[in-house]
């Protein structure tokens, strides 16, 4: 066996599982290693290579180079052959372009909208191309990942409006497709997290429930880092006992303390407690499906995560939260080098099989 075998053997494996007021939470240990308060050895290794103690901090932010500074060379993990199909979806205001990742069937299968991260600023289908692929073979589901409109050129909630459309074309298409069209799911990575839940809220506002289950990969629920009765962010919640300040600055790099991303998505137009921009200030997410959450230890985004998963969980919603500790933001980028991102494909994977078998 491989040690990348090993591996993820050990993660299907070596875990603590915690069942508190109806959430499920299941803490994935670093693959390997007994330490704890520390970086996973891989996340170590790949943040000490790209950095420079030489580079001056650039306190300016540029759209574009940080757009072309997102994503990371992952590979494809698939063992069968996945079809890709590039196609566009019709819209009032304007095509939008998907890939669909087809496994190989013949019978009707489930499927998995997919919406990729970046901030509402960034991201590509190409970042994620290879999790959708490893997607569609794990889960046997067709999954439609969106390119939906990036702010600021495009801001709230043009982005969100693609991906609702999206989904209903899905639903609407369900034969052509050959999909089960009572077995249409939604996921994505970061914002792409925010786009799926939020997406959720607008099925259960029209009353329709079409969307079966939803896996949320570190999102961004909480847009301004507001507290709430039930979330309050601080430093002091991260067990660090290891490389102190390399990893304080790995969790405080999704901190953003001028308002950036509400400037650039919302642009002055919405509240940032909106619940389509902040799903977790929504009044009610009783109708919302059952919920995979995945978080990473080291990453700002965790405590918001966590949040949202125990404000579902409190209101009935079949809710399972994954930690993956020594992890920071986008690990799942890493597919082919971290293990725990190839996991993360299938416990998202395991999730709808459950709902579906």
């Known amino acids: 066996m491989s040690l990348y075998a090993q591996w993820m053997e ?29 970086l996973d050895p891989r996340v170590f290794a790949t943040l000490t290579a790209n950095h420079s103690s030489h580079d001056e901090p650039d306190t300016t932010f540029d759209l574009e180079v940080a757009r072309a500074s997102m994503g990371w060379p992952n590979r494809d993990q698939t063992t069968t052959d996945i079809k890709t199909e590039y196609l566009m979806i019709p819209s009032e205001d304007g095509d939008i372009p998907v890939r669909l990742y087809r496994p190989h069937h013949t019978e009707a299968i489930p499927a998995i909208l997919f919406f990729h991260g970046g901030g509402f600023f960034g991201g590509t289908l190409e970042t994620v191309e290879n999790p959708c692929k490893l997607l569609a073979e794990r889960a046997n589901a067709i999954v439609l990942s969106v390119d939906c409109r990036l702010a600021p050129e495009h801001p709230f909630p043009a982005g969100l409006n693609d991906c609702y459309r999206a989904f209903e074309w899905v639903y609407a298409n369900a034969t052509e497709l050959n999909v089960l069209r009572d077995q249409i799911a939604v996921a994505g990575d970061s914002a792409g997290g925010n786009l799926a839940t939020a997406c959720c809220l607008m099925e ?41 300040d390399l990893i304080r600055g790995v969790v405080l790099a999704l901190a953003d303390p001028d308002s950036l991303l509400n400037d650039l998505y919302l642009q002055g137009e919405v509240d940032v407690t909106h619940p389509l921009v902040s799903p977790l200030f929504a009044d009610d997410v009783s109708g919302l499906p059952p919920t995979l959450i995945v978080t990473a230890e080291y990453d700002y985004l965790r405590l918001e995560g966590e949040a949202y998963a125990r404000k579902l969980a ?20 890493k597919l082919g080098d971290y293990p725990q991102a190839d996991d993360c494909m299938n416990v998202i994977a395991k999730g709808l099989k459950e709902l579906t078998k």
């Not at 709430?228 to 290891?242: E, G, P, R, V």
């Not at 409190?314 to 980028?333: C, E, K, N, S, W």
């Open 10 to 38: 050990s993660l299907k494996s070596t875990n603590h599982v915690v069942v508190s007021n109806h959430l499920e939470t299941i803490i994935k240990l670093i693959p390997g290693s007994d330490r704890t308060g520390d």
């Open 204 to 244: 259960q506002e029209r009353g329709e429930g079409r969307i079966c289950y939803q896996a949320l990969v570190y999102p961004v629920v909480n847009l301004g880092s507001i507290p709430t009765d039930d979330f309050k962010w601080a430093l002091d919640a991260y067990d660090i006992s290891h490389h102190h």
């Open 314 to 333: 409190r209101t009935g919603v079949p809710t399972r939260l994954i930690q993956y500790r020594g992890m920071d933001h986008a690990f799942m980028d």
